[in-house]
């Protein structure tokens, strides 16, 4: 025994001493090789490839895309339908929320919740839906070999929900739950009612659940909800994988081929969005707090606006690492923990422009005054040759990130078909960033950005501000966060 434990140790010692023998012989020629950061050269990006894919309707309506990939022994599919939360009634919000969450939690009339959670689980596969602000979803994923069984499992879950009435109790004290601890986070408050200033806050685009909306949300408002926006022509049908694309043809049309619904959708009105407030600073105290959350900004625009891609490079000169806000505001001026500015836009309906950051309470004032310093100046003056080409640079070398998978691409090509995008949206949007010009920059920023137009929003401790946001304005209007009683 004592023999064998010397040959281990000796061999042991051969080996860490190769190893160092190894390291030390390499260490001269890497020194030796090793650049600065800014002598490093690459080369250009390759062009982005669409992966192949097929694009077909089935008689009843519903648009089918297939992309096979055969890297992974998976296969996952979407399908988007046209509905969201902006459609539900006003004294109804979380309808569309809770319709969304039952249609899968519920079970169907064929199988059980248990039933489908324990088929799901034995394959490691899942069925997810779920509806947001202006679109509804249903979702799988797969082992190849499980697919057949897996997507019949999603096929019946769109079609044939049950909407179980226990299922339905328990969305609804989920989400009573949320409604009682919405207070708790001070960014979610001054996100929440940021939006609520710039929309309104009965606007579809900012309304909140409350107890008393919740209260009026029965089973059959579920079922009439899902009655009428689950219809095969406002589905789109998205599946990537390890699949054959004949065979998945013959499954679709197997699952999805005899589904009409007996009565017909109604009419789909997107709800429009204005600014609320015209200007004006708001405050929530939070007294418990040590450092305030404020946010700027004023109501934006849509993706297809055709100044979009030279916005997209202002975005680029103010916010982020390097940005000029990130650069002045936080580095310089040590105002901020956290700055940003950006125009953020949305498919269908004007988006907002924000721009915030926290910043311990004695700075807030100054941090209000350092940000719009930053959207005055870059409206005013040019920005610089440098400024541009890094600004462009960084926007279109990270324009390969949105192709990393074929997933990605056709979430992408689903989403532009589902907004009435071309499908080449995209490259149109590389080629005007390659095109943007230091005029194009001033130009937008001048035409877009508001000063005037600015709401401001500060969630902090009133008494720690020093100097006081009155020193901003005489006209601080505080707002009330009190969350309404449930009625009995």
Same mark, same amino acid.
Request: hydrophobic residues 35%; negative net charge; aromatic residues 10%.
């Given at each position: 025994?004592?023999?064998?434990?010397? %040959?281990?140790?000796?061999?042991?010692?051969?080996?860490?001493?190769?190893?160092?023998?190894?390291?030390?012989?390499?260490?001269?020629? /890497?020194?030796?090789?090793? %650049?600065?950061?800014?002598?490093?050269?690459?080369?250009?990006?390759?062009?982005?490839?669409?992966?192949?894919?097929?694009?077909?309707? $089935?008689?009843?309506?519903?648009?089918?895309?297939?992309?096979?990939?055969?890297?992974?022994?998976?296969?996952?599919?979407?399908?988007?339908?046209?509905?969201?939360?902006?459609?539900? &009634?006003?004294?109804?919000?979380?309808?569309?929320?809770?319709?969304?969450?039952?249609?899968?939690?519920?079970?169907?009339?064929?199988?059980?919740?248990?039933?489908?959670?324990?088929?799901?689980?034995?394959?490691?596969?899942?069925?997810?839906?779920?509806?947001?602000?202006?679109?509804?979803?249903?979702?799988?994923?797969? $082992?190849?070999? *499980?697919?057949?069984?897996?997507?019949?499992?999603?096929?019946?879950?769109?079609?044939?929900?049950?909407?179980?009435?226990?299922?339905? +109790?328990?969305? %609804?004290?989920? @989400?009573?739950? @949320?409604?009682?601890?919405?207070?708790?986070? &001070?960014? *979610?408050?001054?996100?929440?009612?940021?939006?609520?200033?710039?929309?309104?806050?009965?606007?579809?685009?900012?309304?909140?659940?409350?107890?008393?909306?919740?209260?009026?949300?029965?089973?059959?408002?579920?079922? +009439?909800?899902?009655?009428?926006?689950?219809?095969?022509?406002?589905?789109?049908?998205?599946?990537?994988?390890?699949?054959?694309?004949?065979?998945?043809?013959?499954?679709?049309?197997?699952?999805?081929?005899?589904?009409?619904?007996?009565? &017909?959708?109604?009419?789909?009105?997107?709800?429009?969005?204005?600014?609320?407030?015209?200007?004006?600073?708001?405050?929530?105290?939070?007294?418990?707090?040590?450092?305030?959350?404020?946010?700027?900004?004023?109501?934006?625009?849509?993706?297809?606006?055709? *100044?979009?891609?030279?916005?997209?490079?202002?975005? @680029?000169?103010?916010?982020?690492?390097?940005?000029?806000?990130?650069?002045?505001?936080?580095?310089?001026?040590?105002?901020?923990?956290?700055?940003?500015?950006?125009?953020?836009?949305?498919? *269908?309906?004007?988006?907002?422009?924000?721009?915030?950051?926290?910043?311990?309470?004695?700075?807030?004032?100054?941090?209000?005054?350092?940000?719009?310093?930053?959207?005055? %100046?870059?409206?005013?003056?040019?920005?610089?040759? +440098?400024?541009?080409?890094?600004?462009?640079?960084?926007?279109?070398?990270?324009? /390969?990130?949105?192709?990393?998978?074929?997933?990605?691409?056709?979430?992408?090509?689903?989403?532009?078909?589902?907004?009435?995008?071309?499908?080449?949206?995209?490259?149109?949007?590389?080629? #005007?960033?390659?095109?943007?010009?230091?005029?194009?920059?001033?130009?937008?920023? @001048? #035409?877009?950005?508001?000063?005037?137009?600015?709401?401001?929003?500060?969630?902090?401790?009133?008494?720690?501000?020093? &100097?006081?946001?009155?020193?901003?304005?005489?006209?601080?209007?505080?707002?009330?966060?009190?969350?309404? +009683?449930?009625?009995?």
């Amino acid at each position: 025994m004592n023999r064998f434990r010397r %040959k281990v140790w000796r061999w042991c010692g051969l080996l860490v001493a190769t190893i160092l023998l190894v390291v030390v012989s390499r260490t001269p020629a /890497v020194a030796a090789t090793a %650049k600065h950061y800014t002598e490093l050269t690459f080369p250009p990006l390759s062009e982005i490839q669409i992966p192949e894919y097929t694009r077909y309707q $089935l008689d009843n309506g519903i648009v089918v895309y297939l992309m096979e990939d055969h890297e992974l022994p998976l296969v996952s599919g979407t399908a988007m339908i046209r509905t969201g939360d902006r459609l539900e &009634p006003p004294d109804q919000v979380g309808l569309a929320n809770i319709t969304g969450e039952v249609i899968r939690t519920g079970g169907t009339t064929e199988h059980s919740p248990d039933e489908l959670n324990q088929l799901l689980e034995q394959r490691a596969a899942s069925v997810e839906t779920g509806i947001s602000t202006s679109s509804g979803s249903a979702s799988f994923n797969a $082992l190849s070999e *499980d697919v057949d069984m897996v997507f019949d499992l999603f096929a019946e879950v769109i079609q044939k929900p049950a909407f179980a009435e226990d299922k339905l +109790e328990l969305a %609804k004290k989920q @989400q009573a739950g @949320q409604i009682a601890r919405r207070n708790d986070d &001070p960014k *979610d408050i001054a996100s929440r009612e940021f939006t609520k200033l710039i929309y309104g806050d009965q606007s579809p685009y900012a309304r909140t659940i409350e107890y008393e909306t919740l209260a009026n949300i029965s089973r059959d408002d579920v079922v +009439e909800f899902y009655q009428n926006y689950f219809h095969p022509e406002r589905m789109i049908l998205g599946i990537v994988g390890d699949f054959d694309s004949e065979q998945m043809r013959s499954r679709i049309q197997e699952n999805f081929g005899n589904w009409n619904p007996p009565s &017909p959708p109604p009419e789909i009105t997107v709800p429009s969005a204005s600014q609320a407030k015209e200007e004006g600073l708001f405050v929530v105290d939070q007294d418990q707090l040590t450092q305030s959350y404020v946010y700027l900004g004023h109501i934006g625009g849509e993706f297809d606006n055709p *100044d979009y891609p030279a916005l997209d490079v202002m975005n @680029q000169i103010l916010n982020g690492f390097g940005g000029r806000l990130f650069n002045e505001v936080r580095s310089r001026q040590g105002l901020a923990y956290s700055v940003y500015g950006f125009w953020s836009p949305r498919h *269908d309906y004007p988006g907002m422009f924000v721009a915030g950051g926290q910043t311990r309470s004695e700075a807030t004032v100054s941090l209000i005054q350092a940000i719009r310093s930053e959207i005055e %100046k870059i409206r005013t003056t040019p920005v610089t040759p +440098e400024e541009l080409e890094s600004a462009k640079d960084q926007v279109l070398n990270s324009f /390969v990130f949105n192709f990393q998978d074929p997933s990605q691409t056709l979430s992408r090509l689903m989403r532009y078909e589902y907004y009435g995008y071309p499908e080449d949206f995209l490259f149109r949007y590389q080629q #005007k960033v390659k095109e943007t010009t230091i005029e194009d920059v001033q130009r937008v920023a @001048q #035409k877009y950005l508001q000063p005037n137009q600015l709401v401001t929003l500060v969630v902090g401790n009133t008494d720690a501000i020093q &100097p006081p946001l009155t020193s901003l304005s005489n006209n601080v209007t505080s707002l009330d966060i009190t969350i309404p +009683e449930q009625s009995s």
